[in-house]
């Protein structure tokens, strides 16, 4: 009890801007380090580009990663989790087949790549399949697979005039790059899935984020599923989810980097975040935008806008936060000065009592 | 077509040669026998097959000594002729023997340091080694026995050295210039110092050092200097500074005039500030001045032309303008000019002297990137001394030396002390310089320590220190950084016109800003009244009356001696406390158009 109530905030403790400074002085120094390592490219933003990216809440994160979890059952079975594995690993015509854009003819060649194919367990089958699946004409001529591109044959535009030879081009072009990402197998966004082991547990960690289609695998355990993308938490799982997957990904990247912060001051930021129901970004589009008081909001960003928009709907400024308090010169209703009644509570049964046993 | 070498010349591509390395054997052929310019520079990049050849200005180049199988193309006999006196420079250049290359043409050849290390793979020989240093690297003794981080600081820290910045300084009028009292040569020189004759304006002088501690006061790169030392002028620098003025000509046929301002003039500064003013209003040279004395008594019309009468009575509004000393400046007048301005107006340049005299927390620095503060001025009789009578000028800490390894710095200090002994001026050139060995047999047959250490003798106790301290005689610099041009403190003073905020800088005795970061700081630890404090007690506070009807900010009529509201003509009105800044921003609020209310309550008192 002594130990908990030691621990205890006081009331008017300014505890947002110490959670600010706490965070904010080790990510001083993360800025130092992070951009000394070199060489290393291929790798998930850590540090504080990846705290920006939490921090800004942006929509995917440059990197995303899934980590898959097997149902209990299934969890400790190799083969189910190669299987899981294969089945969501998307691969994409490119990777299987040599296209060849022939723009005079206006066709698209698509050339089956035996090897890359036998590689990715992929048969030419399966890449006709997904191919006719956009109900294209398709010739085939020996390995070769010809995809046309639908002439308007000599339809005349609105000018009266023929159409141009560019966007006979501009078509095959388009066309080509649709053949290119057509999905032959697999869960779309989802690259490169490794199997891990941790714990005697199976688990698939996977680039690219896509929980959504990923749950519906009948073996993936959808109550253990995380991806690094907490927009994507925030739509499926709701805001708690979000919150505490936050929480995670601060305490991770200050973890990585062996700076310690009190758990609690990044419990609040993610709290703050998450206050409206939505995550809300921290800067002017978000939570600084969303400030109550006109005098603080413009102090903040965008100062003309917010003054010139105030009398519109006639806002008022009664005071209440710091900032505004600042400006107006009063007393901030922070610490000493929230105090505005001094009060000594008259002695408890119980205390007395305490102390007569000590 | 692949295995053509592509050529460029400066850049553009003119054409394609079947072998390019031999090519740029026969451009550079060419060159040595003048049939080229000797400008031209010829680069074979064998990775990618091209030949570059570059002929435009602007490329750094640098000499080299040709060799030729292995023979250096200085020779023997060109070397007699050379010191003769009947071969020059571009003799040599023209006979092949010496040739420039610029950067890119450097990556082609292989240059030999010394004559002795020639092989036959050489293609040049480096005129001397320390060459390959720049002017002011070249100019610091034994580089190559330091750390190349400590080189740099000591190149970057040697051109704030104090010294005789230009012989002429007496005619000079610079805004600001220091010359030190007495500069002495070095007494380990480089080549590159003697080439360039640098001692004729030396910038430093040889300090008798011991490296040792002095009860911590030497701690942490401060050093402690001998108060005798600097009686006798040891680092001592005069700084002249000059003000000027101008006797602007208005339009409208008004004008500055530079007199001895009439005591009605607006903004008169007082008898006692012009008292070094002659009769024609500018002080007399050699008379001892301090801040805010007048040096230039100067009187201008009034800013505004309303403000003088239709009558004509201009002389009684006129404004005074002055040039005073700046605050914290004492010292005497060093000369007088009276000239005329570019402009054809009267231009008055007063030259000031002032001395500065080392004290503490004025900077020093050796010539190997071991720069201190003064941490401590003793008096002579409490420094250490040896069996012979010597007392150091500087007593350094011994924890500068080795995490920075500035062996230069402990070589310097021997030879110094060698040069003194021999009164020779020893050799500091970067890979030829006097060795070690040189500076021992020197010492020694002078009967001192080889190692050049010294029993020392404590000044205050007089017993004898119970290890030998090293003792040496180095070459210091004193920096332009003095604390009696940085020292700066403000308790009250000047506020800025527009926010009756407090100004900025040393300059106007301004305050140091609390900024917005030092303000989060009190709020995390929640001392709101300390916050109000700076913020508004300490800086722009003001009192603000305010109508309580329409909340505007209201005035008091002191002539009707009743307060209104210049909006709804209203009397019902509170005086508020708000920053004057804050009054500031509702005044630009409405002239952006807006109307801010300002809703007053009730009077709170806030005074606890």
Known sequence: MKRRSKFQIPPGEAVGIVAAQSIGEPGTQMTMRTFHYAGVAEHVPTGLPRLIEIVDVRKEPKK???????????AKKREIAEKV??????????????????????????????????????????????????????????????IAVDEDKGKKDEKGEKPKLFSKAKKVRKLFEKISNTLIKGIKGISKAVILEEEGEFIIRAKGSNIRDVIKNKYVDPSRIYTNNIKEIEAIYGIEAARNAIVKEVKDVLDMQGLTVNIRHIMLLADVMCSEGI?????????AGRKRSVLARAAFEETIQHLTRAPVIGEEDPLIGTTENIIAGKTVPVGTGRVLLEFTPPKTKEKTERKKRK | MEDRTIVYLDGKLIGFHKDGKALAQRIREKRRINEIPYEINVYYKEKTNELFINTSRGRARRPYIVVENGKSRLTPEIYEKLRKGKLRWSHLIKMGVIEYLDAEEEENIYVAKSEE???????????????????VAGVLPYPEYNSSPRITMASSMAKQSLGLYASNFNMRYDTRAYVMYYPQRP??????????????????QNFVVAVMSYKGWNMSDAVVINKGAIDRGLGRVMMLRTYETEEVKYP??????????????????????YRNLDEDGVVIPESEVKEHDVLIGKTSPPRFLDEVSIFGAIEEKKRESSVVVKGGEKGK???????????????????????????????????????????????????????????????????????????????????????????????????????????????ESYGFEEYGEEELYDGITGKKIKVKIYVGVIYYQR??????????????????????????????????????????????????????????????????????????????????????????????????????????????????????????DKKVNMEW
């Not at chain 1, 022939?102 to 698209?108: L, P």
């Not at chain 2, 050489?122 to 320390?130: A, G, K």
């Not at chain 2, 921003?585 to 801010?596: H, N, T, V, Y």
Request: proline content about 4%; charged content about 30%.
């Open chain 1, 64 to 74: 995303p990663t899934i980590t898959i979890r097997l149902k209990k059952e299934y």
């Open chain 1, 85 to 146: 594995a294969y089945e969501i690993e998307s691969i994409f015509v490119k990777d299987v087949a040599k296209i060849i854009e022939d723009v005079e003819k206006g066709i698209v060649v698509v050339r089956f790549d035996k090897i890359a194919g036998e590689q990715l367990g992929i048969t030419k089958e399966m890449l006709l399949k997904s191919i006719k699946k956009g109900k294209r004409k398709i010739q085939e001529k020996g390995e070769d697979i010809i």
């Open chain 1, 279 to 287: 995550i809300l970004k921290v800067g002017r589009h978000g939570l």
């Open chain 2, 117 to 135: 290390e020639l092989t036959e793979e050489h293609t040049h020989l480096e005129i001397d080694p320390s060459t390959i240093f720049g002017i």
């Open chain 2, 187 to 204: 007494a380990v020189e480089t080549d590159v110092y003697k080439t360039l004759e640098l001692w004729k304006r030396p910038a430093g």
């Open chain 2, 252 to 273: 409208g046929g008004q004008k500055d005039i530079i007199e001895l301002p009439n005591p009605s003039v607006q903004g008169y500064r007082g008898e006692e500030a």
């Open chain 2, 333 to 443: 007048v060093d000369s007088v000019v009276l000239c005329e301005a570019p402009s054809g107006n009267r231009l008055i340049k007063v030259r000031l002297r002032l001395q500065k005299i080392p004290e503490i927390g004025d900077k020093f620095a050796s010539r190997h990137g071991q720069k201190g503060v003064i941490g401590l001025i003793v008096p002579q009789e409490d420094m250490p001394f040896t069996k012979d009578g010597i007392v150091p000028d500087l007593i350094l800490n011994p924890h500068a030396i080795p995490s920075r390894m500035t062996a230069g710095h402990l070589l310097e200090m021997l030879g110094g002390k060698a040069s003194c002994l021999e009164g020779k001026i020893m050799d500091g050139t970067a890979f030829s310089g006097n060795v070690e060995e040189d500076y021992k047999k020197i010492l």
């Open chain 2, 479 to 600: 920096l332009h950084h003095l604390v009696s041009n940085k020292i700066h403190a403000r308790s009250r003073g000047p506020v800025q016109l527009l926010t009756a905020q407090p100004t900025e800088g040393r300059a106007r005795e301004g305050g140091l800003r609390f900024g917005e970061m030092e303000r989060d700081t009190l709020i995390g630890f929640g001392v709101s009244m300390i916050i109000k404090d700076r913020l508004l007690d300490q800086s722009d506070k003001s009192s603000q009356l305010v109508c309580k009807d329409c909340g505007s900010i209201a005035y008091k009529d002191h002539i009707k001696n009743q307060v209104s509201c210049p909006v709804c003509k209203s009397t019902n009105i509170v005086e508020i406390e708000i920053s004057y800044a804050f009054k500031l921003l509702l005044d630009e609020i409405k002239a952006m158009g807006i109307f801010p209310r300002l809703i007053v």
